[in-house]
């Protein structure tokens, strides 16, 4: 099983739709959690951070659920513009320094 | 400026040569990475720094080297390259705690 899984999709979706994508990590004492923008054979960009009380940046909501061991994205109202590959990372920081980075969920927002 | 810049942007080379990536950072970060990616799979740690005196291997190691010759440069080495380190090559930083990272734009580099 992989540390920290993603459905690659891709998923496609209208404009105006709402799109929500989840990750899952293997590791309990995973502390901090992240989701990236990646656009086509560019580096990753910096979406947001995870908190455990969940956390909204505009069209954007990101929750984590320690219980159960994911974290997802939700976006809503999408725009042509968001059309990119979202990573999940996941950090431990307990035994050593770990990043883990998902492989990554494509998405295309189509008009 | 970039804060993150890595040179070269591509790179074309025979397997046997060395070949080395440079970055450099502007962030004033103490924490730098390497990290690669290839298709369908997550980027994945070659080594990191937390300061200048402090290098760590990380999951993928075996077959490149580091120095961190100064706070704001990082450079990663493959000693003697070989097909299979064909990949897109991406150095970030770090403040220290819980931030996220900053990427530079990537090095590809194909190993023929």
């Known amino acids: 099983r992989k540390e920290v899984e993603q459905d690659p999709g891709p998923f496609n979706v209208p404009e105006g739709a709402t799109v929500a994508f989840n990750c899952t990590y293997s590791n309990s004492a995973s502390q901090s959690f992240f989701w990236y923008r990646q656009d086509c054979r560019k580096e990753p960009k910096l979406l947001m951070s995870?908190?455990?009380s969940g956390n909204e940046d505009g069209r954007f909501t990101a929750q984590l659920n320690r219980a159960s061991q994911y974290i997802s994205l939700l976006i809503r109202d999408s725009k042509l513009s968001d059309s990119a590959t979202y990573l999940c990372v996941v950090r431990t920081h307990t035994g050593g320094f770990k990043t883990i980075f998902g492989a990554g969920t494509r998405l295309f927002v189509k008009a | 400026d970039a804060d993150v810049t890595q040179t070269p942007r591509n790179r074309i080379t025979k397997t046997g040569k060395r070949i080395m990536l440079e970055c450099s950072q502007t962030?004033?970060?103490?924490?730098m990475y390497w990290y690669r990616q290839d298709p369908g799979l997550g980027l994945r740690l070659i080594y990191y720094?937390?300061?200048?005196?402090?290098?760590n291997k990380g999951e993928i190691s075996d077959g490149y080297s580091v120095s961190r010759q100064a706070q704001a440069k990082f450079s990663l080495s493959l000693e003697s390259a070989i097909p299979n380190q064909t990949a897109l090559y991406f150095c970030?930083?770090?403040?220290?705690?819980?931030?996220?990272?900053?990427f530079g734009s990537g090095t590809r580099l194909t190993v023929v």
């Open positions: 962030k004033g970060h103490d924490r």
């Open positions: 995870v908190y455990s």
């Open positions: 970030a930083t770090s403040d220290k705690g819980q931030d996220g990272y900053t």
């Open positions: 720094s937390f300061d200048v005196k402090d290098i």
